[in-house]
């Protein structure tokens, strides 16, 4: 086994998790990530009581729940991570395990590049970039990202939590990324109106070769457009349902080590970057529930907190890394 792979793998399990000796891991992984799967399994063999491997079927799209067998499962245990290709991050199986006190830690989409590159920052770098954001995004009545691209939409988000991820869970109940870097919420339903070119990456479709320009009105994609990739991404949206199409999220990268790569779980960390995303946000205090959430990246944003500009073209007004 790589051993950058097993200590990254370590680094995962007892610094970001806090796996205890006297505790039982659960792995759920599916065809695509055995290598990652398997580092962890062994890494949690020498770190705590008991570590269980299951894998499952590769989902079709992120937010799909899991097998009941392996819900089940995932409350029975003291710790669980996820590296599957498909996020299980917005699911029923996932909350019902956190309001049990399971920590859990999703990683969809993980690479093996991914995850020895990130899990190898220094976390204190990203607390401290994560705590400021944190505390700027929070009491405010909206936010609005403008981009040269054509990017210039409004999110009222007052009286919404404002959520730090920083790929740390070690407490009873605690659940995010990993690795992580981001602050979040769940814009008010039914509010956002502009127009979002995402111009990075898309979940469920990688890396863009044209951007695709989703026009926003009272809270929902009302028009999608921009070629193949556009295309793909309606048909997704359609499958699910009308409130796939609902604004979910906005997010802040704080991840100084995270690169574009496609892949979705570490772009929307990328320091430099903003996300919006679309479906399930019953995780972070929405209404919306729906077997769907799917992300898109914007980059080199203009980012005003109400009417204070935080970024200019992706970088900090106030705050060096």
Do not use: W
């Not at 399990?13 to 759920?28: P, S, W, Y």
């Not at 067998?69 to 917005?90: F, R």
């Not at 956002?192 to 070119?197: D, Y």
């Not at 921009?226 to 048909?235: C, D, P, V």
Request: overall charge negative; hydrophobic content about 40%; charged content about 25%.
């Amino acid at each position: 086994m790589d051993t950058e792979l097993k200590k990254a793998a370590t680094i995962a399990l007892k610094d970001c998790m806090g796996l205890k000796a006297d505790e039982t891991l659960l792995i759920v992984t599916d065809e695509t990530k055995r290598e990652i799967a398997g580092a962890l399994h062994e890494a949690g063999k020498e770190l705590c009581k008991e570590s269980l491997l299951v894998e499952i079927k590769s989902r079709e799209i992120n937010g799909q729940e899991p097998p009941k067998q392996i819900a089940n499962l995932m409350k029975m245990v003291d710790v669980v991570i996820c590296p599957t290709a498909k996020s299980l991050t917005h699911t029923d199986a996932r909350r019902e395990a956190s309001k049990l006190g399971v920590r859990v830690g999703t990683m969809p989409g993980i690479t093996v590049d991914c995850m020895v590159r990130c899990l190898n920052a220094d976390i204190e770098k990203i607390l401290n970039l994560t705590d400021y954001v944190t505390k700027k995004m929070s009491g405010r009545k909206q936010i609005r990202v403008v981009t040269e691209s054509g990017t210039d939409i409004t999110m009222p988000v007052e009286g919404r939590a404002v959520l730090p991820s920083k790929g740390v869970m070690r407490e009873k109940g605690e659940s995010g990324n990993l690795p992580s870097g981001e602050v979040y919420l769940a814009p008010v339903e039914g509010l956002s109106n502009g127009k979002v070119v995402i111009d990075g990456s898309m979940a469920g479709i990688g890396m863009l070769q044209t951007p695709i320009t989703v026009e926003v009105v009272n809270g929902y994609a009302e028009k999608i457009t921009g070629g193949e990739e556009a295309e793909k991404l309606t048909a997704m949206l359609d499958k699910v349902g009308r409130d796939a199409r609902a604004v979910a999220e906005f997010g802040f990268g704080t991840n100084y080590k995270a690169q574009l790569t496609g892949m979705i779980l570490e772009d929307e960390k990328v320091f430099g970057t903003i996300h919006i995303a679309f479906g399930n946000n019953i995780s972070m205090g929405g209404t919306i529930s729906v077997s769907s959430h799917l992300d898109g990246l914007v980059k080199e944003p203009d980012v005003y907190f109400d009417d204070e500009l935080i970024m200019k073209k992706g970088k900090m007004i106030e705050f060096e890394v």
